[in-house]
Structure formats: C-alpha cells, structure tokens
C-alpha cells in the first residue's frame, strides 16, 4: 500500500506525486525542504494553499511524528525524548553533547524481536517497523527543537535506540539515502552509525547495496555458549559467522569495526572472557566499546563493577586491542533502551 507519509519520500517520489495532483514539478523540491524543517502544512508558505488542501484531501500527511515529552540531564546537558507517532505509539530518543557535535540516538522499530536478556527494548516483542519518513522524522523533530532553542542541531546519528535497525533493512536503507542527501539533510555518510546484535546476511547486503555506516556490533559475549544464553538471535549466527561478515563488510567499505559489549557482573567480565575475546577479534580493524550494563529491573541482570570494567580493558589493551569504557551519560534521567517509554506507558496515559 502506498505510505501517506510525505516523510517517507524522495524528491523523485515528490515529483512523480506532484504531478499526479497536475502541479508544477518544482513544487516537490519545495515541499521536501519544508519536510526536512519539520514544518506542517500550516507553515509551508510558498506553496499555495490549493495543492495542499487537495493533497491533506487525499489522505496524505506531512509529518508521521512529535516530541511529546523532553527529559534534560542537569548533569551533561543529555536531553532524552519521548516521540508519538501518528497511531499513538511512543518511542524515545536521546540527544548527546560532545564538543565535536551532537549525537541522536535514533529507534528504527516500536519494541524488538530479538529479546536480548538485558534490554528493555524486547520486553514486549516487536510492535511494528518503523517506516523511512519516522526514523527521519526524529533527525527532523530535534533539529526543530533545537533550532527554536538556537542551539546546534544534530550532526551525528547513531542507529542504537529500540529495536534491531537490520530486522527492518528496507526502511532503514531508505532512511540512510534521505538523511545524506544533499538535497536535504545532508549529514555525512561518516557520521552514521548503525548497531546490530548481528544479522549477518544482512551485514553483506548493506555492504553490496552500496551502505557504508559504521557497523557496531552488539557482542556481550567471547564465546557461542554464552552468547546464546543472553542473545537468542546467536542461535541463529555464531560469532565466528559475525567474524567473516564484519571482515567482508571491512573489505568492502574500510570502515573500521565496533564491538559493543555490555559488562553484566559475573557473566561476561572475568578474565577468561578477555583472553577469550582478544582471541576472537585479533587482527581485525577493530575497537571494543565496554559498556557499563544498565540495570533493567524486568531482566535482574547487574552491570559489573566499575574496578572489574577497568581491569577488563586493561587486560584487552595488554593484547594490544583498541578499546574504550563507553561514558555514561544522562544517568539522572531514565537510563537505559526502552527504560524511559515503559515508565512513561505505565505512569502516564499516552
Ligand atoms: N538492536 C541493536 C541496536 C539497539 S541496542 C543492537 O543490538 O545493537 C543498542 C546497544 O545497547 C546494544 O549494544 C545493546 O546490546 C545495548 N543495550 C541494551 N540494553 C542495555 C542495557 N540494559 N545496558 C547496557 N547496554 C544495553
């Protein structure tokens, strides 16, 4: 079925709908900068008001999303929003700022189907994929609010927010093409980032289908036995199936690797696992993000000790591996995937 989202388009699919409606072609070069400001039909004021009307009477919509709630850390200046889509749904984002720019942490499904023993974000499964126009529509919500704010908008992305960006590849593909184009946002393809529990097929097929975002790979375990009892979809791919797929994708786009791999305590943070992990990514371009685990009451599992996390990265550094403690940041505002929208669901009547 054909999306009532002029979000979800490109110029060309503008084009091929302006002139549908028997209007002049430059009307979808209009339109779509207006879409990428986030302006409603409203506030688009160069186009007249009858191709909008016949538009808005055919069903069709500018904007599939809005920030309904901001949460800001006195701590960072961290800001995490709360986002409604068109059916009611509620998903969050978090917006980062660094000295370099500012980093969204951007959801490309409602919920998950990967059910990770950690996160928030599988408690519910899947809900529904989110379509082009409302993954762009987050990039586009927090420009806005920034730019009414006159502050800096966002200029990095990371695909890390709630559910699997690769369980939902086409939509996800279509939102890497929008947010670099020129035309309109025009974010350098180097800033996005795209983090997967590591869909291998799909890995390969980003990197034919001409993709480049940098892959981080949701790891969180050194071996295949304890990776699939904190992540069902290793049932599915082994780590070794990981390997040759990030190696593939490295050859075809040289872009270095991320590993992400959340510290639980007493799981996967001996060291053991370090040798263990240093083994499995020895000789890749490669950097290791150590993630303090979030606790997540549903799921009962406890990060491990900041002094366990850094002998853990000094034992990794002594193999010579490239590797990071993530800094933790917002911590006074909701925490971790998914934790934000299930305490806004249960408190509040979204
Ligand atoms: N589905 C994708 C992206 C979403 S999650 C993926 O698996 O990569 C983004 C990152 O946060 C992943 O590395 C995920 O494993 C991690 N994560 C999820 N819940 C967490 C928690 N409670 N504490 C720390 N990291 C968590």
């Known amino acids: ?118 996160c928030a974000s599988g408690l519910d499964g899947l809900i529904r994929n989110l379509s082009a126009g409302e993954i762009l529509g987050q990039v586009v919500a927090v420009n806005r609010e920034n730019a009414v704010d ?22 996800v593909c279509k939102f890497l093409t929008l947010v670099s184009d020129e035309r309109g946002l025009n974010l350098s393809k180097r800033n996005v980032s795209l983090s997967t529990c590591g869909l291998c097929d799909k890995i390969v097929r980003l990197a034919d289908d001409g993709f480049s975002p940098t892959m981080t790979i949701s ?37 270095r690797i991320i590993f992400e791999y959340s510290m639980i305590a007493g799981k996967n943070d001996t060291e053991i696992c370090a040798k263990q992990l240093a083994e499995v990514v020895k000789g890749l371009a490669c950097h290791i993000n150590l993630i303090p685990l979030n606790y997540v009451k549903e799921r009962g599992l406890d990060g491990s000790s900041k002094k366990n996390i850094y002998r853990f990265m000094a034992q990794l550094e002594k193999q010579g591996i490239s590797v990071t403690v993530r800094r933790s940041m917002g911590g006074d505002i909701e925490g971790a995937c998914g934790q934000l929208r299930r305490k806004v669901l249960k408190d509040e009547n979204y």
């Not at 500012?102 to 059910?115: A, I, P």
């Open 150 to 171: 006159n502050e800096r908008g966002v200029t990095n992305i990371v695909l890390m927010g709630s559910g699997e960006p690769l369980d939902n590849y086409d939509n």
């Open 1 to 118: 079925m054909e999306s009532k989202l002029l979000a979800d388009r490109s110029i060309e699919e503008l084009e091929l709908l302006v002139e549908k409606i028997h209007q002049p072609k430059f009307r979808a070069k209009q339109l779509y900068e207006w879409l990428n400001k986030g302006a409603s039909f409203d506030g688009m004021k160069n186009i007249p008001k009858s191709m909008l009307d016949a538009l808005s009477e055919d069903g069709y919509y500018p904007q599939g999303i809005e920030i309904v709630k901001e949460l800001r850390s006195s701590l960072d200046g961290t800001i995490k929003y709360l986002y409604r889509l068109r059916d009611g749904n509620i998903i969050e984002g978090v917006l980062m700022k660094y000295k370099y720019g500012n980093t969204l942490c951007v959801s490309t499904q409602v919920g998950c189907r990967m059910n990770c023993a950690f």
């Open 219 to 255: 790891l969180h375990a050194p071996n295949d036995e304890m990776r699939r009892e904190i992540m069902p979809i290793a049932k599915k791919y082994s780590i070794s199936d990981i390997i040759k797929a990030v190696k593939y994708y490295f050859d075809k786009t040289g872009r």
